[in-house]
């Protein structure tokens, strides 16, 4: 992940797509697809009304990026850093 875009309008939905899949949104002249991050680790589909917080984390160079309610920032890791060990009850709090 690279950077953080806030969510400016609401994402064109993708038919037949899985739950976790929001849609595409049109940035830079390119559709990126919307993951929903919450729904994918397995909590309740995020709704667009739900928060004005809501942001998009892009990846850079794949043409997908993930919804999350909020985010402090983007860190990248060195290629020999490992990232700590990440609990569900860390990133339920986070959700709530």
């Known amino acids: 992940m690279t950077w953080i875009e806030p969510l400016v309008r609401r994402p064109t939905t993708a038919a037949r797509s899985p739950d976790h899949i ?9 559709n990126i697809s919307i993951v929903d991050l919450g ?18 984390l892009m990846i850079e160079n794949t043409g997908i990026c993930f919804l999350v309610e909020a985010a402090l920032g ?19 709090c986070v959700f709530m």
């Open 22 to 30: 929001i849609g595409v949104y049109p940035l830079h002249g390119k």
């Open 39 to 56: 729904c994918l680790l397995g909590f309740q589909r995020t709704t667009s009304s739900e928060s004005s917080s809501q942001c998009l």
């Open 74 to 92: 983007v860190e990248t890791l060195c290629s020999y850093q490992r990232p700590g060990p990440l609990s569900r009850q860390f990133i339920q």
